[in-house]
């Protein structure tokens, strides 16, 4: 507990205070200050833990489901595969050169009209690395 609480302590030292970086599960994601999909109707999504108010968003997608990654400050453009639907939400994947994104939503409901608030998970695959963030974000119409 000593050793995290260290750990913790310098790591605080190497993220920016303007809040350009979230550790998220061990790994450090470098957060989206402005929105590289044009327009307000799509996906938006941020790590769990990063209120949606601060619009600092990992994962974006516009209503052709072409989407954005954000890793580490590289902007990655992927292009949306599929989308499976079950009883308890939905599943989009999306891909491009060497990564492979799902997004897993078990969790909806309206937050206003035109909206949709989603909690999930998102598992990115980049070569032999792979991960899986804890988000939440909502849908414009």
Known sequence: MKNLSIWLACASLLVPAAGM???AQGLLVSAADERPVKGDAG?????????LS????IFLADPLKRA???????????GHTMTVRSAKGFDMYFSAAD?????????????????????GTLSVRHGSEKHKLAVHGFQNH
């Open 21 to 23: 970086c979230q550790v």
């Open 43 to 51: 996906y938006f999504f941020a790590l769990r833990q990063v209120p």
């Open 54 to 57: 601060e619009k600092h968003y």
């Open 68 to 78: 954005v990654y954000v890793d580490g400050g590289k902007k990655i453009l992927l």
């Open 99 to 119: 990564y492979n994104l799902i997004l897993t939503v078990k969790e909806a409901k309206e937050i206003v009209e035109g909206s949709i608030g989603y909690k």
